[in-house]
């Protein structure tokens, strides 16, 4: 464990430090970030030195995979107490760049990863995964380290993440960390923190839901559609407005099924909003097995 | 010099000899092409060993930066050729992977570059830089070397190359090297072979209505409209046709200059076909003093 731990922010300080790691016999791995971090970015971390003996955090509110309409001014912002807890998580090092150092005056270079992008979160907001593998590319060029360490809360966020490594290769290893709960099932967030009180008891309902219709299709108890239609109504009936999607999906890909059943390992995705705050969360379905 | 030349197709055999390399203090060069090398490849390989100690050629016919109208199928291919001539010149390796290597199913990543993508060769070939960007991405991660060199014939492409290097950190240097011409002035390019006996005596009147417009250019002896009109009627009265176009540009990013001027360092940069083939070239502009 770090008691203090370094902030750098510069791109040439951040590779020598990986570089004299490496030249030491020492494996690194990045946990990205954009801070307002919680329990679910640390288990990341301690994931991460499991993996890696130097952990890597980096903190940066991409503005690229915001749209004009999202929360990019509001989201929470807290470095001191952010390095804080990573120091305490047994982080080594935290890259804080600034945002004009990431997107320079001419910065015209944008990665997109087709398909698994395509669904889900790609068709609500469309700008999303365009940003979030742009900025992902740009930091394993800065940060080459090891290994990177990615939460499975945004599931279809790993998968673009994996599939860019994969088809670029990047030689890097992407590995998902499951998903940390509070105590009634909500999946930690940093935007949680919008939630009024009344908001956040409704909050946890989503996980429950979430987990029926698990429970459902690994009984096959109820055909894909079925399920995913008693979720969105079991959503609605709890509070939550609209609902963007409750999806089934291949957990490799995100292809839909052609039939009823789970006939691979799936996925359930859910997106959902409580008030002013969208929600998103997810669980793995195993496949039936009559 | 090397007589025999190692052919590698395994991205990890190839960053394994580059890693050695390095390990051994060597800095490294690369040199994208695809094949069908000429004088002109050959002067990059040389200006490569001016930079690094070691130099690696990729051979690859990159499917993605070809429409389907367009050539793949019939672009020149020896690849026993070229491994003769690049040992001649002195590189070290020749990296030749399989296209279903770089392109594995499922592959669904792209990189572009916008602004200086978007003139010129991006209009008349719209899927063209995307495919050069996202190819030349993942060749910089397979072969992780210390700087990479580019002709600067293919103008418009370096600067794509610049800017998504730039743009993403990639941690190689980019260096454009001079074209190389026939004794009347014919770029060369692996392209040149698809000519007729009749077709190459009309080619090299391509760079001398180019050099005839930088000079004009240069001396202002006509504005930029102006020159770049007689040059277009210059090559439809030489047999060129169509003429896709000739156009003054500023050096760096291709921006348009607004008056009649050039003000500062420019390229004149054209393309137009004779027959079925098509040829481009540019010259660079000095900056107009009065």
Known sequence: MNAQLTIVRDVNALRAQIAAWRSAGERSALVPTMGALHEGHLSLVRLARTQAKRVVASLFVNPKQ????????TYPRDEQGDAEKLAGA???LLYAPEAAAMYPPGFATSVSVAEVSAPLEGEIRPHFFGGVATVVAKLFLQAPCDVAVFGEKDYQQLLVVKRMARDLDFPIGIIGGETVREA???AMSSRNAYLSEAE???AGKLNVILREAVARLETARGGIPAVEKKAIAQLTEA??????YVSVRDADDLGAFPGDIVVRPARILAAAWIGKTRLIDNMPVKAFAA
Do not use: I, N, Q, S
């Open 66 to 73: 915001f749209a004009a309409h999202e929360d990019l001014g």
């Open 184 to 186: 009634d099932g909500l």
């Open 90 to 92: 047994g982080c080594d």
């Open 200 to 202: 956040r008891a409704t």
């Open 239 to 244: 509070g939550f407005a609209p609902v963007d």
